[in-house]
């Protein structure tokens, strides 16, 4: 899948990556959100209003979480979840 079709989720309101999805829907089959440690649950809520308030018929294709380790700027690491959500027509 090319990389046009990923929206990354982060601190904008909801409806941006709202829209975000359905304008990548309306030129492919798929979208993946991704998002990471706070903003998850921002990509959930917009999988869902995608799902049931804009695009009929959108499915849930694959749900994949995981857990990404980041250098903090003191040189210590620290682990943060990762979600990736991939809608298909």
Do not use: W
Request: charged share 25%; proline share 1%; net charge positive.
């Amino acid at each position: 899948m090319a990389e046009d079709n990923v929206v990354y989720i982060g601190n904008k309101p909801v409806m941006s990556y709202v829209l975000a999805v359905a304008t990548q829907l309306s030129k492919a089959n798929e979208v993946i959100i991704k998002s990471r440690g706070r903003a998850i649950s921002r990509a959930v809520d917009t999988a869902e209003i995608v799902r049931n308030k804009f695009i009929s018929g959108l499915k849930v294709k694959e749900i994949q979480i995981g857990t990404e380790t980041v250098k903090r700027e003191d040189g210590t690491s620290m682990n943060i979840s990762s979600l990736e959500i991939t809608l298909s027509k």
